[in-house]
């Protein structure tokens, strides 16, 4: 006889609560039943998957062992919560992840009392969970912080500059570090285990510490030498050395699949009196699902797919996606000039530079989460002759600012920047939004700012960067695909600060800066079918600014509008300070911006964010006929 199916576990857990009323011996079924929903979620919705799948049983251990949300829970980045917020009150919405009034594929402030931070860029949760543990400190409240980090996100200098300054917080923060490459570990296995257990233990730490004491009683040469023995052998059996001289008691490597193995050794770290402590665990990115653990990126991010082949849904083919563009366009110029060199900041394949490093290994660097560096790394190369390319997302490329204000604006320094994902992204929201780069470059003295309108402008303006010696030039394209335009098969040098007609008209102008031309265009095919002939224009340039162009449309116009993917203080900012510097809007011409609101955006669709701003055919139309006062029956009559 078959024993009937039991009732899910993960059906009795709707928060942390439930959860620790389990017994231990059931975990790893709840673990299992975890894996399978977060699968299942992102096979309906997309996102990111493989770090997830690596950490469910670190999660589920986690909230077991802490009293979350009173213990505060921090995951830097956020690629890898959807476990978590599967246990803490969302499971009912998972499958709206990523969507127009869903959740957020990141944690957020906003969404539920268990993400104490929000996060999508990398590096920042020691910095954050020490914030939160010395709060608690200072105000004689209970409560732990833990954070929990990446072996990757431990490659950016913020997140050592945290650690540098954690023992302010003392055994209220806990850095757990989730090591999914092996690039730290040594071999994991029982033996770790048990030494992470024995050194984890309350009495472990009473006696190291009274040892500790007794050591700094004794001649200074002694107690360095019995420190540096200490140090040593628990270097030797265990390592975590550089974590030990940063100012932290260290624990493992230790299996974080392996439930039995982390759930004493996180009890013994809740408990201790000793801190701050950092854990490294192991996991293997993608767990528990073969395709993810087949891929060579563990599925890091996914379509939609299907649960039992793992074959993700494909998009019907259609233009090259942009980043490939810039990636094959800088391979060629590479081809032709030896100068040429590329860096990314730990994004090879969403920057393109990927396809570059294939050609050009040796001109190829990828400096991981460091975006500083690869902006002042950039700087050195330019000073040295050399003609380097920074390739960085936009929203990315803000960590580094101060480096390029300092290091390349004020020197003059012949950078070159490629700026990824500009404008709106999408599922991913308001975090990787690429919506200042416009505003917080166009300010800087010696900066030269392009956007293309499209893939064969992309060509043409890798070409002119290559081409420019005399400061900082940038170029920014958005993600996804092109609009389908030939690429030409010699680029072209483009004139610094020249713009182009790409339509003609007499009452209406369109000053167009990017990939929204596309839509400037249809706006003025719905304009012209109301009477209202219409001019559009590509900038090109949002500095410098083509002034003679600018000049012309606004003198010859009633109407003229500017549109930007970018916010407030971008393109229209720069020609309404020319116009009203030359006296341009004297004579009764209707001058518009139009460009990204000041708010931040939630995650949907593009062209749902898009239509939300204004930014489409519509919103133009609109802008220009509110500008007209226009009465559609009159103007029809007046046509009659």
Same mark, same amino acid.
Request: proline residues 5%; charged residues 20%.
């Given at each position: 006889?078959?024993?009937?199916?039991?009732?899910?576990?993960?059906?009795?857990?709707?928060?942390?609560?439930?959860?620790?009323?389990?017994?231990?011996?059931?975990?790893?079924?709840?673990?299992?039943?975890?894996?399978?929903?977060?699968?299942?979620?992102?096979?309906?919705?997309?996102?990111?998957?493989?770090?997830?799948?690596?950490?469910?049983?670190?999660?589920?251990?986690?909230?077991?062992?802490?009293?979350?949300?009173?213990?505060?829970?921090?995951?830097?980045?956020?690629?890898?919560?959807?476990?978590?917020?599967?246990?803490?009150?969302?499971?009912?919405?998972?499958?709206?992840?990523?969507?127009?009034?869903?959740?957020?594929?990141?944690?957020?402030?906003?969404?539920?009392?268990?993400?104490?931070?929000?996060?999508?860029?990398?590096?920042?949760?020691?910095?954050?969970?020490?914030?939160?543990?010395?709060?608690?400190?200072?105000?004689?409240?209970?409560?732990?912080?833990?954070?929990?980090?990446?072996?990757?996100?431990?490659?950016?200098?913020?997140?050592?500059?945290?650690?540098?300054?954690?023992?302010?917080?003392?055994?209220?923060?806990?850095?757990?570090?989730?090591?999914?490459?092996?690039?730290?570990?040594?071999?994991?296995?029982?033996?770790?285990?048990?030494?992470?257990?024995?050194?984890?233990?309350?009495?472990?730490?009473?006696?190291?510490?009274?040892?500790?004491?007794?050591?700094?009683?004794?001649?200074?040469?002694?107690?360095?030498?019995?420190?540096?023995?200490?140090?040593?052998?628990?270097?030797?059996?265990?390592?975590?050395?550089?974590?030990?001289?940063?100012?932290?008691?260290?624990?493992?490597?230790?299996?974080?699949?392996?439930?039995?193995?982390?759930?004493?050794?996180?009890?013994?770290?809740?408990?201790?009196?000793?801190?701050?402590?950092?854990?490294?665990?192991?996991?293997?990115?993608?767990?528990?699902?073969?395709?993810?653990?087949?891929?060579?990126?563990?599925?890091?991010?996914?379509?939609?797919?299907?649960?039992?082949?793992?074959?993700?849904?494909?998009?019907?083919?259609?233009?090259?996606?942009?980043?490939?563009?810039?990636?094959?366009?800088?391979?060629?110029?590479?081809?032709?000039?030896?100068?040429?060199?590329?860096?990314?900041?730990?994004?090879?394949?969403?920057?393109?530079?990927?396809?570059?490093?294939?050609?050009?290994?040796?001109?190829?660097?990828?400096?991981?989460?460091?975006?500083?560096?690869?902006?002042?790394?950039?700087?050195?190369?330019?000073?040295?002759?050399?003609?380097?390319?920074?390739?960085?997302?936009?929203?990315?490329?803000?960590?580094?600012?101060?480096?390029?204000?300092?290091?390349?604006?004020?020197?003059?320094?012949?950078?070159?920047?490629?700026?990824?994902?500009?404008?709106?992204?999408?599922?991913?929201?308001?975090?990787?939004?690429?919506?200042?780069?416009?505003?917080?470059?166009?300010?800087?003295?010696?900066?030269?700012?392009?956007?293309?309108?499209?893939?064969?402008?992309?060509?043409?303006?890798?070409?002119?960067?290559?081409?420019?010696?005399?400061?900082?030039?940038?170029?920014?394209?958005?993600?996804?695909?092109?609009?389908?335009?030939?690429?030409?098969?010699?680029?072209?040098?483009?004139?610094?600060?020249?713009?182009?007609?790409?339509?003609?008209?007499?009452?209406?102008?369109?000053?167009?800066?990017?990939?929204?031309?596309?839509? #400037?265009?249809? *706006?003025?095919?719905? =304009? +012209? @079918?109301? $009477?209202?002939?219409? %001019? !559009?224009?590509?900038?090109?340039?949002?500095?410098?600014?083509?002034?003679?162009?600018?000049?012309?449309?606004?003198?010859?116009?009633?109407?003229?509008?500017?549109?930007?993917?970018?916010?407030?203080?971008?393109?229209?900012?720069?020609?309404?300070?020319?116009?009203?510097?030359?006296?341009?809007?004297?004579?009764?011409?209707?001058?518009?911006?139009?460009?990204?609101?000041?708010?931040?955006?939630?995650?949907?669709?593009?062209? #749902?964010?898009? *239509?939300?701003?204004? =930014? +489409? @055919?519509? $919103?133009?139309?609109? %802008? !220009?006929?509110?500008?007209?006062?226009?009465?559609?029956?009159?103007?029809?009559?007046?046509?009659?």
């Amino acid at each position: 006889m078959t024993d009937l199916p039991s009732t899910p576990l993960l059906d009795t857990v709707s928060t942390p609560a439930d959860l620790r009323k389990l017994a231990p011996e059931q975990l790893r079924q709840l673990a299992d039943e975890l894996r399978t929903e977060t699968i299942s979620a992102v096979g309906t919705t997309g996102g990111h998957l493989g770090s997830g799948l690596g950490v469910v049983e670190l999660t589920t251990a986690i909230h077991y062992v802490f009293d979350t949300p009173r213990d505060r829970l921090i995951w830097d980045v956020g690629h890898q919560c959807y476990p978590h917020k599967i246990l803490t009150g969302r499971r009912d919405r998972i499958r709206t992840l990523r969507q127009g009034g869903g959740l957020s594929g990141f944690t957020k402030r906003s969404e539920s009392e268990y993400d104490p931070f929000g996060a999508a860029h990398s590096s920042t949760s020691i910095s954050a969970a020490l914030g939160f543990a010395v709060a608690n400190k200072l105000a004689d409240q209970p409560g732990k912080a833990i954070a929990v980090i990446g072996d990757g996100a431990m490659s950016a200098g913020m997140a050592y500059e945290a650690m540098n300054n954690a023992q302010a917080a003392g055994n209220r923060l806990v850095v757990i570090l989730n090591d999914n490459d092996m690039s730290i570990a040594p071999p994991v296995g029982g033996l770790s285990a048990y030494l992470s257990r024995i050194v984890s233990s309350r009495e472990f730490l009473s006696v190291r510490e009274l040892m500790k004491r007794v050591a700094r009683r004794l001649p200074r040469p002694i107690h360095n030498a019995a420190r540096k023995t200490d140090e040593f052998a628990r270097g030797m059996t265990m390592g975590g050395t550089l974590f030990e001289e940063l100012g932290f008691y260290y624990v493992g490597p230790i299996d974080g699949h392996n439930l039995e193995h982390l759930i004493p050794v996180l009890e013994n770290v809740r408990d201790a009196e000793e801190g701050p402590i950092l854990v490294h665990v192991v996991t293997k990115k993608g767990k528990g699902y073969a395709p993810a653990e087949a891929a060579s990126d563990k599925y890091h991010g996914v379509q939609k797919f299907d649960v039992i082949t793992g074959a993700q849904a494909k998009a019907p083919p259609g233009p090259p996606a942009y980043q490939n563009v810039f990636g094959d366009a800088l391979a060629d110029e590479a081809d032709r000039d030896a100068r040429v060199c590329a860096i990314t900041a730990a994004m090879p394949s969403g920057t393109g530079i990927d396809r570059f490093a294939k050609r050009h290994p040796d001109r190829a660097f990828d400096v991981g989460i460091a975006e500083q560096h690869a902006v002042t790394f950039a700087a050195g190369l330019a000073a040295q002759g050399m003609r380097p390319f920074c390739a960085i997302y936009s929203t990315f490329l803000q960590r580094a600012y101060d480096q390029v204000v300092h290091d390349v604006a004020i020197q003059n320094l012949p950078v070159r920047f490629a700026i990824d994902r500009a404008g709106l992204v999408g599922a991913d929201g308001a975090t990787h939004a690429g919506s200042f780069d416009i505003t917080y470059l166009a300010s800087l003295p010696n900066f030269v700012v392009m956007a293309a309108a499209d893939e064969a402008e992309l060509v043409h303006m890798t070409h002119t960067c290559v081409e420019h010696d005399a400061g900082p030039i940038a170029v920014r394209y958005p993600r996804g695909n092109g609009v389908g335009v030939p690429l030409p098969g010699t680029p072209e040098k483009l004139e610094i600060g020249k713009g182009r007609i790409v339509r003609e008209g007499k009452t209406v102008a369109i000053l167009s800066l990017g990939t929204r031309l596309a839509e #400037a265009m249809k *706006a003025a095919d719905q =304009l +012209d @079918a109301k $009477g209202l002939s219409t %001019t !559009v224009a590509d900038l090109r340039f949002a500095k410098p600014l083509d002034e003679a162009l600018i000049r012309k449309l606004l003198a010859s116009h009633q109407v003229a509008v500017t549109i930007e993917e970018g916010a407030i203080g971008g393109l229209g900012a720069h020609v309404l300070t020319m116009a009203s510097d030359e006296g341009l809007i004297d004579g009764g011409l209707k001058l518009r911006t139009l460009r990204l609101p000041d708010a931040f955006q939630d995650q949907d669709t593009p062209q #749902a964010q898009y *239509a939300e701003a204004g =930014l +489409d @055919a519509d $919103g133009i139309v609109r %802008t !220009v006929l509110k500008a007209l006062r226009w009465n559609e029956a009159e103007a029809v009559g007046a046509r009659a």
